[in-house]
């Protein structure tokens, strides 16, 4: 009896305890959410926004418990801003949270729903919004979400296509290029980032806030392109290939150097080429160029650029036989792997500092040693399964010098089903390459063929347009010349009118008639005929003495007293 009642106590109290820490927890994590709401409050509550405040909003949002109910606050005070900037950045940086403790159902969801509602918007800014978050989709996976995001990218890689978004094209491409390359297809790989390449705009200016978190567009994105194309390469092996983008990347890098990002990816650009450049055997300046890079990852406060940046430094002195400065760089890329949590793959590239510590012990015949070394990092690096296959080849020497064949057997199955994997995924992958490819080809077959019909439209626009200026010129000509016709019969009737007034002014107009009518000669037989002359005597004397005008006077009254007397008598009179 006495046990069963101290269970029960242990119980309750245990429950207790669980509801009280469930308490707790709740409490902190509301915490979070009502500080981040309070300081982005607080920072659009004035013009121009409190940056310092938004900042802090951030942090507290890195921290919350992204539910729905966090999720819709959020959304709604990203919607109170003013400035339509700063609530596009709380929706993209909310995305992250999501991601990391809610997992990927939840985190492809949100995603997807924020991307549907930026490709209704026709701003700028929903585009930016849309190709941030485009860029922050995961690519790494279950086999069944990695499918997801290939068929979402490739669908979307085609409504952009068509759309002519070349913005949104790149960055398509660039994530789908990430797909094949995590699953060893390096070759589709760089095609793909290639393609990327085509599609990005490097005169195109960014926002200034959206340049400070990811430029995806612009010379930044171009530089960026260029440095992963040159890693694909060395991956494959392709040293000289990797060292011609690597330079090209590196030499634009080094004219910018204006922010951060440009720091980061002199730091990426400079650290492949030292590595492309020990692999051929061209080990001068890699010093000089370590040191450069490392100390602008040290301003930058960039941990991972760090890290890698002591590992190609132990991987310089290892290729040069220098152990000693050797092992002292991997030592100095651990102790910052452990203590800033910085994995062994990251964003600037792979550190495997145990690996090559593991082959100078090798050397030294101290093999133990190099077994737990390699035991411990090839735990850390399963994600990479090409590099992981290096370690444990490795380590199936180590243990064969031990002479424990059962972990050699072991480690060489394990080769075997991690082989045997690869060429399983590169089938499933090649596969949904050519789906891929085929909704690719699609989408642009498409757009060449809308090109093709834009040009046929524009050509029979032209023709048309051509046969109208031609009928418009001819009807134009016609009535040029109806005009220049009636200008002309005009002119023609006034100098008629004209010569009839002045022949009527002469001649009787039965006379003139005749004339008209050209009949020749004009003469009529008269039997009886008076004709009347008219002098004025002294006429001469007479005008001398008056003034012109009084002599027209005078003359015209006895013009106009005979007149009447003319016609009366029938008669024809003469000026």
Same mark, same amino acid.
């Given at each position: 009896?006495k046990k ?6 242990f119980l ?6 669980t $509801?009280?820490?469930g308490k707790?927890?709740n409490?902190?994590?509301d915490?979070y959410?009502?500080s981040a ?12 926004v409190?940056?310092?405040k ?13 539910? $729905?109910?966090?999720?819709k606050?959020l959304?709604?005070?990203a919607k ?5 900037? $700063? ?10 949270p ?11 969801t949100y995603?997807?729903?924020?991307m549907?509602?930026a490709?209704?918007?026709t ?5 930016n919004?849309?190709?941030l ?6 690519q790494?996976?279950?086999n ?13 890689l085609?409504?952009?296509l ?5 913005g949104a094209v ?25 393609k990327?390449l085509d599609?990005?705009?490097p005169n ?13 567009d ?17 991956t494959?092996?392709?040293n000289?290939?990797?060292l011609?983008?690597?330079?090209k ?10 922010s951060?990002w440009?720091?980061?990816?002199y ?5 492949h ?7 051929i055997?061209?080990?001068?300046g ?18 991972g650029?760090?890290?890698?940046s ?10 040069i036989?220098?152990y ?17 949590s ?13 690996y ?9 015949n ?9 035991e ?8 990479d399964?090409?590099t992981?296959?290096t370690e ?8 064969l010098?031990l ?11 394990k080769?075997?089903?991690v082989q ?5 995924e ?14 690719i080809t ?7 063929l809308?090109?093709n019909?834009?040009?046929?439209s524009?050509?029979?626009?032209? $023709?048309?347009i051509?046969i109208?200026i ?9 009535y040029n ?5 009636k ?14 007034k002045?022949?009527?002014?002469i001649l ?6 005749r ?5 020749q000669?004009?003469?009529d037989?008269?039997?009886d ?14 005008s001398?003495?008056?003034k012109?005008?009084e002599?027209i ?8 007293h005979?007149?009447?007397?003319v ?9």
């Open positions: 009896m069963i009642l101290t269970i029960l106590i309750n109290t245990f429950s207790i305890i $509801y009280s820490q707790i927890n409490l902190t994590k915490i959410l009502d709401l309070m300081y982005f409050k607080q920072a659009r509550s004035v013009k121009p409190n940056l310092e938004f900042e802090k909003g951030k942090e507290m949002l890195m921290l919350i418990n992204p539910d $729905y109910h966090a999720q606050l959304q709604a005070e109170s801003f003013n400035q339509r900037i $700063y609530g596009i950045l709380i929706q993209y940086y909310l995305s992250k999501i991601s990391l403790k809610l997992g990927f159902d939840s985190s492809y995603l997807q729903k924020i549907a509602d490709d209704n918007g701003d700028e800014l929903n585009k919004l849309r190709n978050l485009l860029a922050l989709l995961p790494k996976g279950k069944t979400y990695a499918t997801k995001i290939h068929n979402f990218l490739t669908d979307k085609k409504h952009y068509l759309m002519n978004d070349s790149a960055i398509c491409y660039w994530r789908l290029s990430d797909i094949y390359r995590n699953e060893g297809l390096g070759e589709k790989s760089i095609y793909l980032l290639r990327s599609y990005i705009n195109k200016k960014i926002n200034p806030l959206l340049a400070r978190i990811w430029p995806l612009g010379m930044d994105f171009y530089i960026n392109q260029l440095a992963v194309i040159g890693d694909a390469y060395s494959l092996g392709d000289r290939q990797s011609f983008y690597l330079n990347t590196f030499k634009l890098a080094e004219q910018r150097l204006v951060p440009d720091s980061s990816v730091a990426y650009a400079a650290y080429i030292c590595l492309s450049k020990i692999q055997g061209e080990t001068s890699i010093p000089e160029l370590i040191d450069k890079s490392r100390i602008m990852s040290e301003l930058t406060g960039e941990f650029s760090q890290v890698v002591w590992h190609i430094r132990g991987v310089y002195y290892f290729s036989n220098n000693d400065s050797a092992i002292a760089a991997f030592k100095i890329c651990m102790n910052l792997m452990e203590k800033h910085v994995g062994n793959i990251n964003g600037y590239g792979i550190a495997i500092p145990k090559y510590i593991a082959q100078i012990l090798m050397k030294q101290r093999f133990p040693e190099a077994a737990v070394l390699l411990e990092e090839s735990l850390q690096i399963e994600s399964r090409l992981l296959l444990l080849k490795l380590l199936t020497k180590v243990y010098k002479k424990e064949s059962s972990k050699a057997e072991a480690t060489f199955n080769i075997n089903s045997d994997l690869i060429k399983n590169e089938l499933k992958n090649q596969s949904m390459s050519f789906e891929s490819e085929k909704k699609e989408a642009e077959n498409s757009i060449a809308l090109a019909e834009k040009e046929k524009k050509q029979t626009r032209n $023709y048309l051509g109208a031609i009928f418009l010129l001819l009807a134009l000509g016609a010349r109806f005009i220049t016709s200008k002309q019969q005009r002119i023609i009737e006034k100098e008629r009118n004209l010569s009839e002045l022949l009527l002014n009787p107009s039965t006379i003139a008639d004339l008209k009518s050209n009949e000669p004009i003469a037989s008269l039997e005929v008076s004709i009347v002359f008219i002098d004025i005597v002294d006429f001469t004397n007479f001398e003495k008056r012109p005008n002599i006077t005078i003359l015209n009254d006895i013009y106009i005979y007149c009447p007397n016609e009366r008598a029938q008669g024809c009179r003469y000026k």
